[in-house]
């Protein structure tokens, strides 16, 4: 029956790197299975992540998550981070993400196994119980000796492009100069490491009896503080509206922010330059038009300093 499966779906199968006899036998192992398992596959760019199931095709077991040389690194820091995350947080917290099984090496792969998660997708989900899901994650201690890993480069660039262009004046000038400033390790010294997800995407939040949980951790790394809830935020809602005062969750965006900020001693200086860099990361990580075209959309929070003061109710 599986080698019939494996016919079926063709080369997407083969995508795992390892043979079906291999992946069965870890299925096996890692999920204690009692028969063989059917499994589905969603082929990525390094990373090939197969849903395993049971009973006849019905009940997922696990997940497997196969990848290849440059996906090592990447597998071994999402094992290590929810690892982690599920000893030190609170029995329930533990539940909101998958249960870290194992990782091995197997015939030149790297396979990370994981626990399951039930839960549906929300085109709408609730911004309090997310921002509390993030507030709980950045209560986690960071073990000692683990240093921020800063995905803030182009960001900067783009502001720094963006803000020359535009000749911009007033408050913003200082904002804007504090954001080039974020590879100083005095910068570094003075603001939390916390432990971070960085792709709260619609595609990897779930819902169970109104709890939130969350799946996909490949990006997760230690970080800077605030940047999980801004990408939250411009995954979720238009990035012009929320920082116009348009959306009718601009009050609970900026809110959530000062709250985060205050419960891990961020400084206030350094506040809205996080907040910049969370957009622009953002940004930076899909949007891959002429920059002329985001510019357009985007350039507007460079010139207008009005969200500034929705950041200063300390």
């Not at 696990?62 to 995350?85: N, P, Q, T």
């Not at 911009?168 to 971070?196: E, H, N, S, W, Y």
């Not at 965006?253 to 907040?275: D, K, T, Y």
């Amino acid at each position: 029956m599986l080698a019939h499966l494996v016919r079926l779906l063709g080369p997407r199968s083969t995508r795992a790197g390892l043979p079906e006899g291999r992946l069965e036998e870890i299925s096996r192992e890692v999920f204690k299975l009692s028969s063989s398992p059917f499994f589905s596959f969603r082929p990525g760019l390094e990373v090939t992540t197969v849903l395993v199931l049971e009973k006849g095709g019905k009940r997922p077991a696990g997940v497997l998550k196969v990848g290849r040389e440059g996906a090592r690194e990447s597998l071994a820091r999402e094992f290590e981070i929810l690892s982690h995350v599920y000893r030190t947080g609170s029995p329930s917290f533990s539940q909101t993400i998958p249960a870290p099984l194992k990782l091995q090496e197997m015939e030149g792969a790297a396979v990370l196994a994981l626990g399951f998660l039930e839960g549906r997708k929300e085109k709408r989900p609730d911004f309090e119980k997310v921002l509390s899901w993030i507030s709980e994650l950045g209560s986690i201690p960071v073990p000692s000796g683990k240093k921020k890993i800063s995905r803030f480069v182009e960001a900067r660039e783009r502001i720094k492009k963006l803000a020359v262009r535009h000749g911009i004046d007033g408050a913003i000038i200082d904002i804007v100069d504090r954001t080039q400033k974020f590879d100083d390790p005095d910068v570094d010294a003075r603001i939390p490491t916390l432990v971070t997800h960085r792709d709260l995407a619609p595609t990897n939040l779930l819902f169970s009896n109104g709890e939130v949980r969350v799946v996909d951790w490949g990006n997760a790394h230690y970080g800077w503080p605030l940047t999980d809830w801004v990408r939250f935020a411009c995954n979720f809602d238009s990035v012009p509206d929320l920082f116009s005062g348009r959306s009718e969750r601009c009050r609970v965006f900026f809110q959530g922010l000062l709250r985060l900020a205050g419960e891990r001693s961020v400084p206030q200086e350094w506040v809205a330059p996080l907040v910049l860099l969370g957009v622009f990361d953002y940004l930076s990580s899909f949007y891959f038009g002429k920059a002329g075209d985001w510019e357009k959309k985007y350039g507007f929070i460079l010139k207008e300093s009005g969200w500034l003061t929705l950041l200063s109710d300390r």
